[in-house]
């Protein structure tokens, strides 16, 4: 033939597509071939499955014979014959239109960016411009009101002396509002509304207070004088409810499906999935095993091959390896399930169930058996096998192309590939997958059986063959995902743990009794006086009191309030609230349906901890401050009437660190002795609002990620905005009630 009509055979052949493989028919019927030459030389080579005999084809025709000139025929000729469809042959395909959208014009751009990124950074810009611009003007004309407020409050000290301001400012404009007789002391200012009876006296006299905040006090103070005044009912109550709604985890389930846990309902793709699988069956569950190699046996290949890889990994492929994958291999088809499932039990079997199982494994190239072969013809035919899979067919009667089975082959100088010098062995097991659940079972059974072998596979496969083992099996994921949850029990655990000592080292800081010493300078004493355990005149000396501040002890003296003054459990008590918060929420959304995913599980805990502690030394500090305006030592043991002022008692002579006001307190407005309720109403009364404040922009935030498809950020907004609204709720209400049981406690030593 001519070399036209060779050149015209190959082409019309090498860009022909197999479907079953995925690959090119070259691969198969030419052996990988080039070029023409090579393609001829393959097929006239004799062997079992091609020519019976011998075929050499020359390159130039020998004179007595004309040469084949006709026109050669191609995968897309007009001829219904030679013609094949548009999957195997790419050349047929017509090609598609552009579609473009309705009134589709040229793309619209202002530089590099598109017109809507320009106007949307246009606007967000002008936005923080305006927002700027008009806190400026409101710092303006805020400080304007400050300087006029001042001038009109000078003037009026030095006009009406009955009133006692000291520097407060603002106080001569609301002069019409106040009793001048007792500034300190009104009862219901009619301008400040109803809740302004709450305020403290320095606040009453402020030149804004806003109706909403006042009818929230007055909300708060009725609520926390409920919950301090009648504790254990509140508790009963509200853990009542808190039972109710941990019924909930009847119902409990955790969502570990990738598909189920990142996609929306709702996908396009998703439903499309579905469709396929109702109509054609869910796809193939694979299980792979990557096998590398750890010392290499370089003195398997030639010299050219070892050339090759110089400087590579070292490749896998011996005789010694062969032979130990071999009983790998019959050790995994052997392999049975608690259940006495056998991997031909669940495999994918083309033929129909008396057919063969897919394997796609080296194995198949020598019928999973070495019988035949020696540490001599192995390699031979493993390099026939790979350059020629159509004539090694495993049992499933599929050619087996070497990229499925080999890795990191690579290309000697002649553009050949070194398939003996190949880095890893790819073996793959395709199990069959269905819609039913029973038979998804034992696909999942044995799938655990498998996994568990190449675990301990792994484990020894190095010091036994020198091979290193990886692997991932269709039940790898989820069991992954759920074993990373499952140690980080350890982490929260701890985390609470800290918080705690925490919470119970600083909380009480301030409402300790403030005759005694603290923790630090007790040690600090002690650590003045230890050199004098050791001095003769320490330990002889009687001049010093045994319980003098001054002898020397082995051990600290502590302060003897510092037990009565912490607040351990009540730190507990908090601790658990965040606890119940987050316990309430799950059984609230599972009784709802909406499962827990794995974020949910290992973030939510550590935020409702971070973020509901910090209401907890609120409520705290704002109690230690109303203590200190109207505790015990505000006022005489022996008071007896409405007439004596806190600020008169002799005891009052330490203040509140946490009392940013007390420098402004007038001597002759402040308020008088209050009962422990009284005080525990007031501090919700005075910190309830921004509570609420913060709560409410906290479960809008996370309500407004539940509008999100995705269903793993769904469900996780969903259950902290339960988390965090409980903990607010719990805080406001059980919480009142502890506080107000220990300041009992510690009032009574």
């Not at 007789?181 to 009453?204: F, K, M, Y």
């Not at 109706?211 to 103070?221: A, I, K, S, T, V």
């Not at 790979?386 to 080999?406: G, S």
């Amino acid at each position: 033939m001519s070399q036209q009509y060779g050149q015209g055979f190959f082409d019309s052949c090498k860009n022909v597509q197999v479907g079953n493989t995925n690959g090119y028919a070259m691969d198969l019927i030419g052996g990988g071939a080039k070029n023409y030459s090579s393609f001829f030389k393959f097929l006239g080579d004799e062997k079992a499955i091609g020519s019976p005999f011998q075929i050499d084809f020359p390159l130039s025709p020998p004179p007595q014979f004309s040469p084949l000139n006709k026109v050669p025929r191609n995968c897309a000729d007009s001829d219904l014959r030679s013609r094949c469809t548009c999957i195997d042959c790419p050349s047929i395909c017509p090609s598609l239109p552009v579609v473009l959208p309705p009134n589709a014009g040229p793309d619209c751009h202002v530089g590099t960016l598109s017109c809507l990124s320009f106007i949307l950074t246009i606007t967000y810009s002008l936005a923080v411009l305006g927002l700027l611009v008009g806190y400026i003007i409101e710092r303006t004309i805020r400080n304007r009101r400050e300087k006029t407020y001042e001038r009109v409050a000078l003037s009026t000290e030095t006009a009406s002396p009955r009133v006692h301001t000291r520097g407060l400012v603002g106080v001569g404009s609301l002069a019409q509002y106040l009793d001048e007789d007792s500034l300190g002391t009104q009862s219901e200012p009619h301008h400040l509304g109803r809740g302004a009876s709450l305020l403290d006296p320095i606040e009453t006299v402020q030149p804004r207070q806003y109706r909403l905040n006042n009818f929230l006090r007055r909300g708060f103070y009725r609520l926390g004088l409920f919950a301090s005044s009648s504790p254990w009912l509140t508790f009963s109550s509200v853990f009542l409810l808190i039972g109710l709604l941990n019924v909930g985890w009847n119902r409990f389930e955790v969502e570990t499906d990738p598909v189920r846990l990142w996609v929306s309902p709702s996908s396009e793709s998703k439903i499309r999935k579905e469709y396929f699988d109702e109509k054609f069956g869910p796809f193939y569950r694979t299980e792979q095993i990557f096998v590398t190699s750890v010392g290499g046996h370089p003195e398997t290949l030639n010299a050219s091959t070892q050339a090759i890889t110089a400087g590579n990994k070292k490749p896998v492929l011996s005789w010694d390896h062969l032979k130990y994958w071999m009983d790998v291999e019959a050790n995994i088809r052997a392999l049975e399930s608690p259940s006495g499932y056998k991997l031909s039990d669940v495999c994918f079997k083309p033929a129909g169930p008396r057919g063969a199982c897919v394997v796609q494994s080296v194995a198949a190239w020598f019928g999973n058996s070495l019988d035949d072969y020696d540490e001599v013809t192995w390699a031979e035919r493993l390099q026939s096998c790979a350059e020629a899979p159509v004539d090694c067919l495993p049992d499933f009667q599929q050619p087996l192309a070497p990229h499925y089975v080999l890795g990191g082959v690579p290309t000697t100088e002649s553009d050949r590939k070194a398939y003996l010098a190949a880095e890893a062995l790819v073996v793959t097991y395709v199990v069959a997958d269905s819609s039913l659940p029973e038979t998804q079972a034992m696909a999942m059974e044995w799938e655990g059986t498998l996994k568990s072998y190449l675990y301990n596979l792994s484990q020894r496969a190095g010091s036994e063959a020198g091979l290193e083992i990886a692997f991932s099996t269709g039940v790898s994921l989820e069991e992954e995902i759920n074993k990373s949850t499952n140690t980080d029990v350890k982490i929260v655990v701890l985390s609470y743990l800290a918080m705690f000592l925490y919470v119970s080292l600083t909380l009480g800081s301030g409402s300790a009794s403030r005759e005694e010493d603290g923790i630090l300078s007790s040690l600090s004493e002690w650590a003045h006086n230890i050199p004098k355990l050791f001095a003769r005149s320490g330990i002889a000396s009687s001049s010093l009191s045994i319980d003098s501040r001054d002898t020397p002890r082995l051990l600290p003296r502590l302060p003897r309030s510092l037990f009565v003054g912490a607040k351990s459990t009540l730190g507990l008590f908090s601790i658990l609230l965040v606890i119940l918060s987050v316990s309430s929420s799950v059984g609230l959304f599972s009784f709802l349906g909406v499962k827990v995913t794995l974020i949910i599980a290992e973030v939510i805990p550590f935020l409702v901890l971070a973020v509901g502690v910090d209401n907890v030394f609120i409520l705290v500090h704002e109690l230690d401050r109303q203590n200190f305006l109207h505790g015990p030592n505000a006022a005489p043991q022996d008071y007896q009437g409405p007439g004596f002022s806190a600020a008169m008692s002799p005891t009052n002579s330490h203040r509140s660190p946490f009392d940013s006001t007390h420098d402004e307190i007038d001597t002759a407005s402040m308020p008088l002795y209050l009962a422990a309720e009284e005080r525990v109403a007031r501090t919700l009364a005075k910190m309830g609002p921004s509570i609420l404040l913060s709560t409410i922009t906290e479960t809008v935030a996370f309500g407004l990620g539940a509008l999100v498809p995705m269903p793993a950020v769904r469900n996780f907004a969903l259950y902290a905005a339960g988390s965090m609204l409980l903990n607010a709720i719990l805080q406001v209400t059980v919480f009142v009630s502890a506080m107000s049981l220990d300041l009992k406690r510690f009032e009574v030593r």
